[in-house]
């Protein structure tokens, strides 16, 4: 029976490990090309994706860790500072940004890229590290080297660590 008393409101409480987590979070990315189309791997486009992360954390404020650039999808480690862009809005500009310049260099037309973009962030350094191991085995899952370092489109622009 209602008495008119209301009971007091509860508290949600932050878990203290989400706290660091949070403020610089490490985010996993996976971009694919419209119809996936395999254009990605080869030195003009990898020169382009490079140079666009590369600039990233000056101009946006996102730094890129580690990537896997495979024939019709990207793979990439990215941890924004605190007044980066908007994640999305980051996104957008990369991938327009590199999309202009990957069409006039190859001589296609766009779209480049597929609207959505994957993202997760990662919870701790045993995620990433399981991360990692996945994206870098990709080319030989795909049959195209049969030890991950001799893919020629992978790299690392800035260490990101938790």
């Not at 008119?4 to 409480?13: F, N």
């Not at 990369?94 to 993202?119: E, H, M, N, Y």
Request: proline residues 9%; hydrophobic residues 40%.
């Amino acid at each position: 029976m209602f008495s008119g008393v209301r009971a007091p409101r509860l508290q949600l409480m932050h878990l203290p490990h989400v706290t660091p987590f949070a403020k610089n979070p490490l985010y996993f990315f996976t971009a694919c090309i419209v119809n996936r189309r395999p254009i990605l791997a080869c030195a003009e486009s990898a020169r382009i994706l490079e140079a666009a992360w590369q600039n990233s954390a000056q101009h946006d404020g996102w730094f890129i860790g580690r990537y896997v650039i495979m024939p019709d999808h990207v793979h990439l480690f990215a941890m924004p500072v605190p007044e980066a862009k908007r994640r999305a809005d980051w996104c957008k500009t990369w991938k327009s940004v590199s999309s202009r310049q990957i069409c006039r260099t190859l001589g296609i037309a766009p779209p480049l890229w597929q609207p959505d973009t994957f993202d997760h962030i990662l919870r701790n350094k045993e995620s990433y590290s399981e991360k990692w191991d996945y994206v870098q085995a990709n080319p030989v899952r795909a049959g195209l080297v049969q030890d991950p370092v001799d893919w020629p489109w992978r790299g690392e622009i800035n260490s990101l660590a938790f």
